[in-house]
């Protein structure tokens, strides 16, 4: 069964840097093939996980279906419906597919003008189907709470709201709860968690939340550097404070290390099977 975690919250408060560790400690806990992706317009999601769209050809997905509408691709394909008339475009030219463990695909911009209820629920049956594909799939929205409306995933396993110490960000975090539930979006956790701003002596206040609160990410000057440089989040030293400290959240929110699937260890379809 595939993981859905979507991870949300108020503007730099940490939400991509929260996404990529997470994407690396799931790796590391052995979840199995993931996919992230990536729902914010000015995303640096790619970056953080070393991945260069452009030199690998790649677009967003708002780019294709844009693409599409203006060449008319939708019109000239018979008898499919909406998204499996996307899906191969969306596969070959949106898909980064890794070598490792994981898959990338950015969202992109919306688009100003017209009325695209089509594509966006074609671009929802495609991520809902493609989901099944992986062990789990790892989302990281813009700031605020109107990606929401796109509704791009019809249920997701744990939110994470990452929070920064104002009183805006638990607004937020009360708003996109109300905003899901409002749009039938299905979870089963809404979690708050500190984001690397988030001082220890709020966390008094954050338990009180009707939201279980998980802790807080450790600021971390590597993560702050690595961030400026452009270098990969996934390349941090095992001990940054702020990995251990994503680890830890994860954990108490039920996330551990997992064993590897049967044929691995059967030494079926392996290196030595
Ligand atoms: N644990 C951390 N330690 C030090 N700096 C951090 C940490 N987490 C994030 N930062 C810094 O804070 C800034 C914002 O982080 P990030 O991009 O992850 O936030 P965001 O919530 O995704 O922002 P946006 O709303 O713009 O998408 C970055 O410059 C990043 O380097
Ligand atoms: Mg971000």
């Excluded at 019109?75 to 475009?89: C, Q, R």
């Excluded at 939340?209 to 550097?225: A, C, H, I, K, S």
């Amino acid at each position: 069964m595939v993981v859905k975690i979507v991870v949300t919250g108020r503007g730099g408060s940490g939400k991509s840097t929260f996404t990529a560790l997470t994407t690396r400690c799931l790796g590391e806990m052995g979840y199995g093939h993931l996919l992230v992706v990536d729902i914010d317009p000015d995303g640096s999601l790619a970056d953080m996980l070393g991945i260069d769209l452009e030199a690998e050809g790649k677009k967003t997905i708002s780019e294709i279906l844009y693409d599409v509408l203006e060449k008319r691709l939708f019109t000239k394909m018979v008898g499919a419906t909406a998204s499996e008339k996307l899906e191969p475009f969306l596969f070959e030219d949106a898909l980064y597919e890794g070598d490792s463990y994981f898959d990338f695909v950015s969202v992109g911009v919306k688009w100003s003008e017209g009325c695209y209820c089509v594509p966006d629920r074609a671009l929802s049956e495609v991520m809902e189907r493609w989901a099944e594909n992986y062990d789990a799939v790892i989302i990281d929205s813009p700031a605020g709470v109107e990606h929401l409306n796109r509704r791009i995933t019809k249920s997701v396993d744990d939110v994470f709201n990452i929070l920064d110490p104002s009183k805006k960000s638990f607004d937020n975090a009360y708003r996109s709860y109300r905003l899901m539930k409002e749009l039938d979006i299905e979870f089963k956790n809404y979690y708050i968690v500190g984001g690397y701003r988030f001082p220890a002596e709020l966390e008094a206040m954050a338990e009180k939340q009707p939201f279980p609160y998980l802790g807080r990410v450790e600021y971390d000057d590597l993560v702050y550097q690595y961030n400026l440089e452009g270098k990969p989040l996934l390349e941090l030293p095992e001990d940054s404070s702020a990995y251990i400290s994503v680890r830890g959240i994860l954990r108490r929110a039920g996330y551990g290390p997992r064993p590897p699937p049967l044929s691995e260890l059967l030494g079926v379809d392996g290196d030595e099977g």
